[in-house]
């Protein structure tokens, strides 16, 4: 069975203040890891995805990169509308439904 | 920038009452789900379509939840009777089926269902 686990459950930071969450995953054959952001009473928003082990890809402030146990997303100089609730999600070769780990609730302070 | 599109956004209903949700994936899109969220947790998979097939259902209650997707482009999720333990948030996502895309899912505003 898929089992995806984030940490922190919720991160405080100042704005400016670097740092990274982690995304750690046990799948039979991964097809994909994707990272979307969900605000608050809205659906998530896609991000990134990830294919195979030490690929990077970057969309402003942030980063995600991948390992063959792990993801981190890092978030460089964060602004105060960074702050979101971070979902990391697997998929399985041969299926197309993801895997959602619980999130990381991001909060940026100006 | 074309979007997944759920009505309506909002329902409050009391148990024992049936209710109905309603998503348009986005034009071109093929595979559609229908996730669950609850508070403080990542969505789970209730219902995949491949057009008008339903391709996993496993984690669908289907005492109570049906799903159906009879022309292959818009889908409703029902639940009958509504329990307490319903409440939460109703996420519908699509994606595109072709190769070799890996089928990135783009997901609509959800549905939040308040069960009294």
């Known amino acids: 069975e898929d089992q995806v686990t984030q940490s922190p459950e919720a991160l405080r930071l100042q704005e400016g203040e670097s740092s990274s969450l982690n995304c750690s995953y046990t799948?039979?054959?991964?097809?994909?890891l994707f990272w979307y952001r969900q605000d608050p009473g809205k659906g998530p928003e896609f991000l990134f995805t990830l294919y195979s082990a030490g690929e990077e890809k970057e969309k402003e402030r942030l980063k995600a990169t991948l390992t063959k146990k792990e993801s981190f997303l890092h978030i460089t100089a964060p602004k105060p509308e960074d702050s979101a609730t971070y979902l990391c999600?697997?998929?399985?070769?041969?299926?197309?439904?993801?895997?959602f780990g619980s999130g990381t609730r991001l909060q940026v302070q100006p | 920038e074309a979007e997944v599109a759920q009505s309506p956004r909002y329902k409050i209903t009391e148990k024992s009452q049936a209710v109905a949700f309603w998503c348009d994936p986005i034009s071109g899109h093929a595979t559609l789900y229908w996730y669950r969220q609850i508070l403080g947790q990542g969505p789970e998979l209730l219902v995949q379509?491949?057009?008008?097939?339903?391709?996993?259902d496993s984690q669908l209650p289907k005492d109570r939840f049906s799903a159906e997707r009879l022309k292959g482009v818009d889908s409703t999720l029902k639940i009958q009777p509504a329990e307490l333990g319903d409440s939460a948030m109703y996420l519908c996502a699509s994606s595109w089926s072709g190769s070799p895309s890996y089928n990135e899912q783009f997901f609509g505003p959800g549905t939040r269902l308040t069960v009294l």
């Open positions: 379509f491949q057009d008008e097939s339903v391709v996993d």
């Open positions: 799948v039979s054959g991964l097809r994909g």
């Open positions: 999600a697997v998929q399985e070769a041969g299926r197309r439904a993801l895997t």
